[in-house]
Each structure stands twice: as C-alpha cells, then as structure tokens.
C-alpha cells in the first residue's frame, strides 16, 4: 500500500524580496534671484508731420491754426476759443502775405481782402467772381501761416491774428476786422484798413483809407491821398503824395509832408505837419499846433494851446472863447484882429500885430503870405465887419446891373 498523495502539490518557490526604494535626493534651495536689468528706452519717435491742409469744394484750403499756451485757469468754463480771442493773441499765430513770384506771374494786378472772423484755421480762396482770377498756394512755418498770392484773393483769418506782408504786392489790399498787429511792406495800389489793431506801412502806391484802428498808425509813404479817422492811438506819416484828411484822431498827429490839401478835423493831442503843399484846415485841435501850408491856412484852436503856422496865402485863426494867448501875428497883406478882450503892446503897421488876449498866456505866432485874421470863436464867420462887407459887395452887383440895363 502506498502512503504517498496520489496528487502531491509542488513546493513553493521562495519570492524574492523586493529591493528598498532609494532614498529621494532633497531639491536643493532655489538660487536667490537677480534684479532684472532695466528695460531699454524706446527709440525717440519722428517728429509729428504737420497736418495737411485742408481743401474744400470751392477751391478753398484751410491750414491748422499754430499752437495755443492755454490759460492757467478757464474764467467760467469759457471755451478756449473765448479765451484765446478775449487775451488777444490768437494762440500767437502768424499770417505772412507774400506776391506770386515775378518769373513765374501770369497776372499783375488783383484785389486781395483779408477778413477776421471768430475761427481757429486760415483758408484763402479765388472769389468766384474775380476780375484778376490767378493762383494761391498755402503752407505752414511753425505757427506762421504762408499765403503766396496771385491776382484776386478772399482770405479768412482768427480775428486776433498777426498780419504781415513781405515783398510789394501787386495788387489792392483790404484788410478789416483783424485786431493784432499789422505790417505792410509794400502795396502797389491802394491800402484799406477797418476796424485793425496797431498798424505799420511802409509803401502804399494809391491811396490809404484807415477807419476805426484801435492802436497806433505809422505810414512811411502814399502814392496819392490819405483817408484817416477814429485813430485810437498817435499817427506818424512821412510823406502823403495827395490830399490828407483827417478826422478824430485819439492822440497826436505828426506828418512831415503832405504834397495837397490838409484837412484835420478832431485831434486829441498835437498836430504837426512840417510842409502842406496846398491849403491846411484845423478844427477842434486840443493840443499844440505846429504847421507850415503853401497855400491858405484857417485854424480854430479848441482850448489855450499853442499854435506857431505860417501860410503863403492868406491865414485866418479863430481862438477859444475865453482863451488866454500872447498874439504876434506877421502878414503880407492887411492885418485884422477882432478880439473884444485884446490889449495891443505893439503896433508896426497894418501888416503886423503883437498883443494880449484874455491877459496873455500859450504864445500864438502866426505868420501869412497874404492877409491875417484873428478872431475869437464866433466872430470868424459872423463879425459884424464881415456882414457889412458882403452887404457892400451885393450892392456894388446890384448898382453894375443897373447900369447894364440902362444901356
């Protein structure tokens, strides 16, 4: 008998034990960071072009007007508009006029009219019904506005921008309601101002016409006649080729020549015309008087100035009432002096007259080519002795008419 299992199991293979995990190696503490270098600066940029000019459908082109330094403070929320035209200086912005180039010119004569009006830009442009149509170019330095011009131009401008004008232009000029500084080199024809703030010419070919400035007039030359009033400043001129007339000037006037007539009329300071070619009339003068006229001169002194003028013809002054002069008065022809309060010193004859009205004071000297008349305000025109004589000159008509008719 077999004592053996008849299925006897297989002996166990021994497991091999498993290896021991490595130890993990410790992460060594991070390095201590550096400060990152500074970024580098960007690269400068280019310069901001300046913005193109604008055209529009009319053949217009407006520029851009020149930088403004705004206010420290704005007065009530006002506009910077209101701001920049209440200070008066337009941002410092510049309108240069210049004449189309003499080689390349196709028309020499136009009309060119500058307009101040409540706006930023500059924009010129041919009339559409100009006589002299030519060219405009426009381009900007700095806050100087460039207009090159040809024949007739309409240019819009800030009312309180710089106007100048360099080279003569060729042409009639007209500015009116621009309230910053004019200056004009030279203009070949006529010169129109109105309603402009101080104003320096150096060369008007025709005519000058200057109404309401407000500032100072200094006029080197004119062609022909001169046109001034309401002068809010002192007016100075060299040399006017014709006629000067002259009226509400709120300052003093001085003018070294003037070749025609002068009439002056409203002068809140002195007037002094070195040489009137023609005749000379001064009213309503409230300073010192000094002039010399080739023809007659008739002044009428608003207060107790002085007044020293001579005439190659005959000279009349009317003195005011109640004034107080010291007279020397020395004349070609007959001497006339009608003055209730006049005290005579000295009598050299009927040709000259020395003496006191109203007890002597500011030193009238006036001297005549042909008769002197003195008078005081009201008797120039009215004297009883001036009535008699037109009364005797229409008999001496009447009586010659007779005759006539007699025979």
């Keep these: 008998m077999n004592d053996q299992p008849a299925n006897p199991t297989e002996p166990t293979v021994p ?58 403070a704005p007065s009530d929320g006002a506009p910077e508009r209101w701001r920049r035209h209440a200070h008066g200086g337009g941002g410092g912005q510049h309108v240069m006029l210049r004449p189309w180039p ?3 010119r196709e028309v020499e004569h136009g009309s060119i009219r500058v307009v101040g009006e409540d706006r930023d830009d500059v924009a010129a442009h041919t009339p559409p019904d100009a006589k002299h149509p030519g060219r405009i170019e426009q381009h900007t330095e700095g806050t100087t506005t460039v207009v090159v011009i040809e024949g007739d131009a309409v240019i819009s401008v800030p009312a309180h921008v710089q106007v100048s004008t360099e080279g003569k232009l060729p042409a009639d000029l007209e500015i009116e309601g621009v309230h910053g500084p004019i200056s004009v080199d030279a203009v070949g024809a006529s010169l129109s101002l109105r309603e402009t703030g101080p104003t320096v010419a ?17 006029v080197e030359r004119v062609g022909a006649h001169a046109s001034l009033r309401d002068i809010h400043g002192p007016v100075r001129m060299e040399r006017v080729g014709g006629h000067a007339k002259v009226r509400d000037i709120h300052g003093s006037f001085v003018a070294e ?15 002094t015309i070195e040489r009137v070619g023609g005749h000379l009339k001064a009213a309503e003068v409230h300073g010192a008087i000094q002039a010399s006229a080739g023809g007659n001169a008739r002044l009428s002194l608003a207060g107790g100035q002085s007044c020293d003028v001579s005439a190659g013809g005959s000279l009349k002054c009317e003195l005011a009432e109640g004034a107080s002069h010291d007279i020397d008065i020395a004349a ?10 006049a005290e005579v010193e000295t009598r050299g004859g009927s040709r000259t007259w020395s003496g006191k009205v109203g007890g002597g004071g500011a030193p009238v000297r006036l001297n005549a080519g042909g008769t002197a008349k003195l008078s005081v305000m009201g008797d120039l025109e009215t004297d009883s002795s001036a009535a008699n004589r037109m009364q005797r000159v229409r008999e001496r008509r009447n009586r010659h008419e007779r005759r006539r008719e007699r025979h």
């Design 202 to 218: 150096r060369l008007v070919g025709a005519h000058l016409a200057a109404r309401v400035i407000h500032g100072s007039l200094s």
């Design 332 to 341: 070609a022809g007959m001497v006339r002096v009608h003055a209730p309060n």
């Design 15 to 72: 497991t091999a034990p498993t290896p021991p995990t490595p130890p993990v190696a410790p992460i060594p503490p991070a390095a201590p960071s550096l400060p990152e270098p500074p970024a580098p600066p960007p690269p400068p940029s280019a310069p901001t072009p300046p913005e193109p000019p604008t055209r529009h459908a009319e053949g217009a082109v407006s520029f851009p007007a020149g930088d403004v330094i705004p206010d420290e």
């Design 102 to 104: 003499a080689e390349s």
């Design 257 to 271: 020549t003037i070749a025609g007539h002068a009439k002056v009329q409203g002068v809140h300071g002195d007037l």
